[in-house]
């Protein structure tokens, strides 16, 4: 089954303590992003990856970091966790050409107290 | 710039009742027009898109969209709603002459079917 898979995806953390949030896609799809959403705000996008080893800054960057060392997958770390980070994250991927849809992992749900 | 706007944070409507929910969009080419679904607990699921071609676009669940160039907008549209549609729906956009920018999606809308 084509899927998208984060992990974990509930997450209760305090302020400084790293974290990551894993994601790992099986369609082979060349392009990955993270957002989070928050009440009213709708998506905004955090990081994007067009290919391996290929990332970029996308709306909201600032406190997180990404790697993207295989195709599969996409890591979101946040080296030192605030609380205004607390939102809920959502992976996604897609192939390469910007006419096609996305999937979308579940989600995320990340508390920092 | 690319954005979208959902007009309506809420949309409420009675069970067998056609549905709409709204969507305008700026971009400054040729869009790329998206929706998705995102039921309580799930991620987001795809329903349907604009590429080219015909203005009218079915998609899954029942759901089709119509694009209008001159007035901007690509509202979602069901003839005859269900209880179990009720869910957050989201529209999106792509510049189809910026190469692979990023999606933009509108704040969402909410959707409510009642029995």
């Known amino acids: 089954e084509a899927q998208v898979t984060q992990n974990p995806r509930y997450l209760i953390t305090v302020t400084g303590k790293k974290l990551t949030v894993t994601c790992s896609q099986n369609m082979n799809h060349e392009y990955m992003s993270w957002y989070r959403q928050d009440p009213g705000l709708g998506l905004r996008q955090i990081y994007y990856s067009m290919n391996v080893e290929v990332t970029d800054k996308g709306d909201v960057p600032e406190g997180y970091k990404v790697s993207r060392k295989e195709k599969r997958n996409f890591p979101l770390i946040l080296e030192s966790p605030s609380p205004n980070q607390t939102s809920l994250y959502f992976c996604a991927s897609r192939s390469g050409q910007p006419n096609t849809e996305a999937f979308f992992g579940q989600g995320t749900r990340l508390t920092v107290v | 710039a690319q954005s979208v706007a959902q007009p309506e944070d809420q949309v409420n409507v009675a069970e067998g009742n056609p549905l709409t929910v709204k969507c305008t969009y700026s971009v400054s080419g040729n869009p790329y027009l998206f929706w998705y679904v995102q039921y309580p607990n799930r991620g987001l699921q795809f329903l349907l898109k604009?590429?080219?071609?015909?203005?009218l676009v079915k998609g899954s669940y029942g759901f089709e969209a119509e694009f209008n160039k001159s007035q901007t907008s690509f509202h979602l549209k069901k003839p005859s709603a269900l209880v179990s549609d009720s869910a957050l729906y989201f529209c999106?956009?792509?510049?189809?002459?910026?190469?692979?920018?990023?999606?933009?999606f509108g704040k969402g809308t909410r959707l409510s079917v009642i029995a």
């Open positions: 999106a956009v792509r510049d189809r002459n910026s190469g692979n920018t990023p999606l933009v």
């Open positions: 604009y590429i080219t071609g015909d203005n």
